[in-house]
């Protein structure tokens, strides 16, 4: 369900990349009148924002080593929770002190968080079982913060919906291949549309690189250079919620020191290690950095000793090194917002990078802040701190207030679905056929795939996952994904795509199932090939360039 | 309580065993914490599928002599192990199941999203071809049910087109079948075939007929017969119609029959099927299990001259993996793997996986070693044993029943 363009079509922004910094970015040049279009290589949350931990950060993990990183992330935490309610869990947070750490970390802490603004408690060790049974029950000290989970997929989605609302169109799966160059300006990008191989020219006055640690790419092909250092980070999804608050460790930021709820499943991370530039669309987790992450997960929570683990996952960091050190050894941690003309002298040209989940919104701001300066517009400010997203608008909330009322007539899927998609799950069809559960671990109906794949740019399987959570619970998609492609079939019209679709699937759930898989995720996994190999036949769709093709 | 064979493992292959031993006169028990992994079948159950290069075998019984020694047919060896397969199809009809194929020629079944795959024994209401693409079917249409999302006419009219057998496409509900609609967890396979007798069946047939008037075959999912044949049979009468049936993902219905009828048949025969117990602890004797201990029925509580141990594999839990080991849970016996664990997997799933393999260890009659000694009295059969990839060949039916024929046999002769 991509939007169709025409070409020639001439746009005022073209913004690359539709992570959580892309989509926000193209909502925030959209709301501000400009005509945008918003390209994604992939799918949304494709890269480092669909790859982390969640977390709504209040900034307390960055109070020590980095107070203006902690005092951005936690203005855009209260930001977040008015204008994306339905994206974000509102769990609170602690951070406890292990036998084996220091108490004399926890001042130093505590300082530098009512420093940077973030609202840091020390509390009774004993009071913080109380809040969260799950904790080490040896902790020595204990402090809540405002920290919550955020869920990235929705967060983005709602992103790329209102930047639709506000006039943007979107293509996803069409990458940028080159420049259209008058001189030194850059005046429009080539596209080629991944599902059919076709080249398309748009025309711009300004190009946003929002590719994260793609972007290092980006600006080579418009002929510029910047150094990027991926930093790979892994971590653990638990088949079910283990913690209720996110629990951090109260040391210096070190490997697998916050475990944080989201859903139905906990997650435990991260490890970080510097991986080589050409290694970053190969993201496979290591036995070594499973094993860091159980051993020192445990530690936070005992119980994951004996939580089956659904899968493994990493992803990576773009962290930009500082103009004056191309070395990498003076490397940025905060916002970095580059105007091309300025640094390199090519016109027409901004990237926005480094940041982090937490501060997408700011960095949109700033991107668009510049967009808007180097355009020669005035007096368009930015809005996007005080209009909620689609899903958490306030006309539509009222509705789902007094749906609350009479939660007893909801279905259990209803519910799941209104936690989903907010406000818009309205839209969702029930009634028939559309109440029929698709995904039975994450309660999916047919209702809801269909309104995915009509509104939320669906063209697969791993699209959906990202739009519905279908295929993302214990089962990882054993019992669910032929039902999917079945519909998808149906829907898209092409019988043979999606069947190879669900084989690339179910190879890709098993992808992140491979480095945990012993215990019961091997009996799944066993399980899974029984299914789609056995009873199926489905290795002879395997062969997913043939399904490109298709 | 005293036995002649004490079976742990109550699947096809812990049953072929208890029946064949029942049969010839032992005193047998049955011990078995689950359901067996039949309820998760297709409905076929497949000896030799597939040549080490992938390619389908026609006559299975001819590639047995070329497949390597550490192979379960090898142990049994091709004349034998052609004898036990007759012989397990003989025991299928005793229990009531008509089974379609045979050990000498592999057919086909069409699968739940429309291929062909090459198997042995299909159950009667499977959807069988003698070559790989449905000819013989005359007329066909392929109807659904509403509201029933285990089913995919698109896949399975899009692939059968390929063959160049264009099929009608219908979807039909009953009064009843709307009923069970209303709750999403009951629309599935079992939940169906549970209302699927009487008028209730009769409607489902009169709705097939309106939905497929022309057709001479119709293809509808595996949602009758959860209780032996008879219900399969009474749909063909009442519609007239080759009706066939199209596994469907788990529950399997079909599955779910052949699991019943061998354990109301091993019962009958006066074997003792303890459900939903587990052994806990095992007492040897020398070189010999003496006794075991289980969950239910406590300390010291049975004894046998033989034990047989019919687990499964991973997911049937007869094998547990660990980050850093690969055991099995119940005797600690010894278990024959590769490597650690980044040597189990590979990284696309539809590889040859190393961990589909691994098995315990045992000698040339089946019996299992604990430390490297051999335990004179407990054999291993089916899946548990390894030595193969029963996936990739198509094999896991026909292992679990042509082991626990051979092992039974030579017991029942001691």
């Keep these: ?550 | 309580m005293n036995y002649d064979t004490i079976i742990i493992g109550g699947g096809l292959a812990g049953l072929v065993a208890g029946i064949t031993l029942q049969e010839r006169g032992q005193r047998t028990a049955i011990i078995t914490t689950g359901q067996g992994a039949l309820h998760f079948s297709s409905g076929s159950l497949a000896l030799l599928s597939r040549d080490a290069d992938g390619n389908p075998i026609e006559k299975p019984l001819e590639h047995i002599d070329s497949l390597p020694a550490s192979h379960p047919y090898s142990k049994v060896g091709a004349a034998k192990a052609g004898e036990h397969a007759r012989a397990v199809k003989a025991l299928f009809e005793r229990a009531g199941l008509s089974m379609l194929g045979s050990e000498d020629s592999n057919h086909y079944y069409m699968t739940p999203v429309g291929l062909f795959k090459s198997t042995w024994l299909s159950t009667a209401d499977s959807a069988v071809s003698p070559t790989p693409d449905g000819s013989g079917w005359g007329r066909t249409a392929i109807v659904g049910i509403k509201g029933f999302l285990d089913f995919y006419p698109g896949f399975i009219a899009d692939n059968l087109a390929k063959n160049g057998l264009k099929c009608e496409v219908a979807a039909l509900t009953t009064p009843e079948l709307e009923h069970l609609r209303k709750n999403n967890t009951e629309m599935r396979a079992p939940g169906i075939a549970k209302i699927m007798h009487g008028e209730a069946l009769e409607r489902f047939a009169k709705a097939i007929v309106a939905a497929a008037p022309g057709a001479e075959t119709v293809i509808i999912p595996a949602v009758v017969g959860l209780d032996g044949q008879k219900d399969i049979d009474a749909l063909r009468r009442f519609t007239g119609k080759n009706v066939i049936c199209l596994s469907t993902h788990p529950i399997s219905v079909q599955g779910v029959r052949m699991q019943l009828a061998l354990r109301r048949y091993y019962e009958k025969m006066g074997g003792t099927y303890l459900l939903g117990d587990n052994v806990t602890a095992g007492y040897m004797d020398g070189d010999r299990l003496k006794a075991i201990d289980t969950a239910n029925l406590g300390h010291g509580s049975l004894t046998a001259r033989n034990f047989i141990l019919a687990t499964g594999s991973f997911f049937s839990r007869g094998l547990v993996a660990e980050p850093d080991r690969i055991f099995e849970p119940v005797f600690g016996v010894d278990v024959v793997t590769e490597g650690d664990r980044s040597d189990w997997f590979k990284e696309n799933i539809f590889e040859e996986q190393p961990f589909v393999r691994f098995g315990v260890a045992t000698d040339n009659d089946f019996r299992v070693k604990k430390d490297g000694k051999t335990i004179g009295n407990l054999y291993a059969v089916g899946s548990i044993l390894g030595g193969c990839n029963s996936l990739k060949e198509g094999s896991g039916a026909g292992v679990a029943a042509v082991t626990a024929m051979e092992v039974a046999n030579r017991l029942a002769d001691k």
């Design chain 1, 1 to 550: 369900m991509t939007d169709h363009i025409k070409p020639p079509k001439r746009y005022d922004v073209v913004v690359i990349g539709a992570g959580a910094t892309g989509a926000g970015t193209a909502r925030d040049c959209a709301m501000r009148g400009l005509k945008v279009l918003l390209v994604e290589r992939l799918d949304f949350t494709a890269g480092a924002t669909g790859r982390n931990h969640g977390l709504l950060h209040s900034g307390a993990r960055y109070a020590v080593t980095d107070g203006e990183s902690a005092t951005e992330c936690i203005k855009e935490n209260m930001i977040l929770r008015r204008i994306a309610a339905h994206c974000v869990e509102e769990t609170g947070g602690l951070f406890v002190t292990l036998p084996e750490d220091s108490l004399d970390y926890q001042k130093t802490f505590v300082e530098s968080c009512l420093r940077a603004g973030i609202n840091a408690e020390v509390i009774d060790p004993a009071e913080a079982l109380r809040l969260e049974p799950a904790v080490n029950p040896d902790i020595i000290g204990a402090v809540k913060v405002p920290d919550g989970a955020v869920d990235p997929f929705r967060l983005t989605t709602a992103n790329a919906l209102a930047a639709r609302q506000n006039g943007a169109d979107i293509l996803t799966y069409h990458e940028v291949v080159d420049f259209i160059r008058s001189g030194n300006r850059i005046c429009g990008v080539v596209l080629r549309d991944h599902h059919t191989g076709e080249l398309t020219r748009v025309e711009c006055d300004i190009v946003v690189n929002a590719a994260g640690i793609w972007g290092q790419r980006i600006v080579e092909m418009a002929g510029a250079k910047i150094n990027m250092f991926p930093a790979k980070g892994a971590l653990l999804i638990f088949g079910h919620r283990v913690n209720n608050v996110v629990i951090n460790r109260c040391r210096k930021p070190a490997d697998a020191d916050i475990l944080v709820p989201g859903d139905t499943i906990s997650l435990i991370g991260t490890t970080s290690s510097r991986i080589p530039y050409d290694q970053i669309d190969n993201m496979t987790v290591t036995p070594e950095e499973v094993d860091v992450l159980l051993r020192e997960g445990i530690k936070i929570a005992p119980s994951l000793a004996y939580t089956r683990i659904l899968r493994a996952y990493a992803g990576v960091r773009p962290l930009i090194a500082s103009d004056d050190d191309p070395s990498g050894r003076s490397i940025s941690r905060g916002i970095v917002c580059l105007d091309h003309a300025v640094r390199d002298g090519i016109e027409g040209f901004v990237t926005i990078s480094g940041g982090k989940l937490m501060t997408y919104r700011l960095m949109a701001e700033w991107a668009a802040d510049m967009v808007c300066k180097k355009l020669g517009i005035e007096g368009k400010k930015c809005m996007t701190a005080e209009i909620p997203l689609p899903g958490s608008d306030s006309s539509d909330s009222k509705e789902a207030h007094s749906r609350k009322h009479h939660i007893i007539d909801m279905s259990t899927d209803q519910r799941a679905a209104e936690g989903r998609h907010g406000s818009l799950s309205s839209e969702i069809p029930t009634g028939d056929v559309d109440d029929a559960l698709v995904c039975e671990c994450e309660a999916v109906s047919v209702g809801e795939v269909n309104f995915a794949i009509d509104k939320l740019h669906v063209n697969n399987l791993i699209n959906l996952r990202r739009r519905t959570r279908m295929g993302m619970g214990t089962c990882q998609g054993g019992l669910c994904a032929c039902r999917a492609a079945a519909i998808l079939g149906d829907r898209l019209n092409c019988q043979q795509k999606a069947l190879y679709d669900l084989a690339s699937f179910v190879n890709e759930r098993w992808k992140g199932m491979k480095p945990v898989a012993w215990g019961q995720t091997l009996v799944e996994a066993q399980f899974t090939s029984w299914l789609y190999e056995g009873m199926c036949g489905l290795d002879r769709y395997q062969n997913n360039e043939q399904g490109n093709k298709q």
